[in-house]
Structures are given as structure tokens and as C-alpha cells.
């Protein structure tokens, strides 16, 4: 059984530019959630996704925008990055948006770098 | 607001040494659910613990303990008898009543380093 699984492993990018990260739920989750983690912190929430609708936010910029297919993958895309985005992003899947004593299992993270 | 506070930023000690992780937090809810994850180098967050606000009861597993007071708002986490293994960042958290794995809201982390 797959856990959550998170596409590419590492990125580079120049300031400015655009950036598409991936994320695979584990088997049988619906609800994909999205948390930036800068070096030394922990991680902050962005957003959350429930049948192909932001459901949460949290204290993020339009410029992090995000996706959910119906086959509950999920994307992140950041636009005109600044240096200040370079971070750790973790995904995170639950079943169900709406469900007491579920647990969110954390993929291993896309590092991005912003240069 | 709801906030995490792990005061300790870093704790080191020798294996087989008990270490404790404190954990406070704040929030407005009556209900609420606390969590302890651990984050090896990898970058993976792994799930330990999870506690909602109505149950008070002290957990063991293993050689990990939690002890939760509402009193004080504290969410202590134990690990007796240390081994090297247990090095890694760990992270205290909260989320709101609605749903266990909606926003979830991390402290700073404690990065525990266990000698051999």
C-alpha cells in the first residue's frame, strides 16, 4: 500500500518564475492538504482540498493556488516565486473533511529552492 | 488564535537517558485534538500520537509516554530509556474540533540528539 508520494524530490528554481508540485494520496484518502515548512520551523499550513474544492486556507498569497483531480491527486503551484519561498513542502492525506479521530499521513516533501 | 509553543529548541543527552519534550498550547476551542509527529532527516512526518480535548488519560507505548493537563495546557511527551534511533525534530500540534486532520497547527519543533 502506498503512502502519500510527492513529485520531483527536489527543484531549483530562479526568482520570478512558476513552480507545479504533485502529490499522490495515500490509497483510499480523499482530502489532500498542502504545508510549506522553512528551514528550522515547522510546517504551516496552506491549504486543503476536498472534492476538487479549497475547503481551508491559511495565511498564504494568491500566489499559492492549488488543484485536486478526481482521482484525488492534488497540485501546488506557486507563481513569481521569491526567495522566501524556497522551503520544504509536505503533503498531507486524510479521508474525509469532516471526520473526528482520522489521522493526516505526511508525504516525504518536495525541497525547493529558489535562487 | 491557536498556538503551539515548544520552548525547547534543542535537547541532547546520552543514550539510555529519559528525555522529556514540553509542549504548550492555546486555543479558544473546547475541543480540540493535540499531536506529537516525528520528522527524521528524510523530511517525512511521522504520526506518534493523537489526543482529543475530552481525554485526559496519560498514554504509554512502548518507551514513549504522553501526558496531557488540561490545566495547564500541556502536552508532554516522554521517551524513556533513549536509544540513537529516536533522534529526529519533533513537532507538538493542534487542530480544531471539525475534523482530526484538517489545518494542523505545528510548534517550532525540538531537535533531540541522543549520543551513543
Known amino acids: 500500500d502506498a503512502g502519500v508520494t510527492q513529485s520531483p524530490t527536489h527543484l531549483i528554481k530562479t526568482r520570478g518564475q512558476q513552480v507545479t508540485l504533485r502529490c499522490s494520496p495515500k490509497?483510499?484518502?480523499?482530502?489532500v492538504s498542502w504545508y510549506q515548512q522553512a528551514l528550522g520551523q515547522g510546517p504551516q499550513f496552506i491549504f486543503q482540498y476536498y472534492e476538487e474544492e479549497e475547503r481551508q486556507r491559511g495565511n498564504f498569497p494568491d500566489r499559492f493556488s492549488g488543484h485536486q483531480f478526481p482521482n484525488y491527486s492534488s497540485e501546488l503551484n506557486v507563481n513569481a516565486l521569491l526567495l522566501g519561498d524556497s522551503a520544504l513542502y509536505l503533503c498531507?492525506?486524510?479521508?474525509?473533511?469532516?471526520?473526528?479521530?482520522?489521522?493526516?499521513?505526511f508525504g516525504q516533501g518536495t525541497r525547493l529552492t529558489v535562487v | 488564535a491557536q498556538k503551539v509553543t515548544q520552548a525547547q529548541t534543542e535537547i541532547s543527552v546520552v543514550e539510555k537517558e529519559d528525555v522529556t519534550l514540553d509542549c504548550v498550547y492555546e486555543?479558544?476551542?473546547?475541543?480540540?485534538?493535540l499531536f506529537w509527529y516525528k520528522q527524521p532527516p528524510s523530511g517525512e512526518l511521522v504520526f506518534l500520537i493523537r489526543?482529543?480535548?475530552?481525554?485526559?488519560q496519560n498514554e504509554i507505548s512502548g518507551r514513549y509516554s504522553w501526558n496531557f493537563q488540561k490545566s495547564t495546557s500541556s502536552f508532554n511527551f516522554t521517551i524513556t530509556a533513549s536509544q540513537v534511533v529516536d533522534s529526529a525534530v519533533y513537532f507538538c500540534a493542534l487542530s480544531e474540533a471539525r475534523s482530526s486532520a484538517s489545518k494542523i497547527i505545528f510548534g517550532s519543533g525540538t531537535r533531540l540528539s541522543i549520543r551513543p
Open positions: 490509497s483510499g484518502h480523499d482530502t
Open positions: 489526543r482529543n480535548s475530552f481525554d485526559e
Open positions: 498531507a492525506s486524510s479521508l474525509g473533511l469532516v471526520r473526528r479521530n482520522t489521522e493526516a499521513f
Open positions: 486555543t479558544r476551542d473546547t475541543t480540540y485534538y
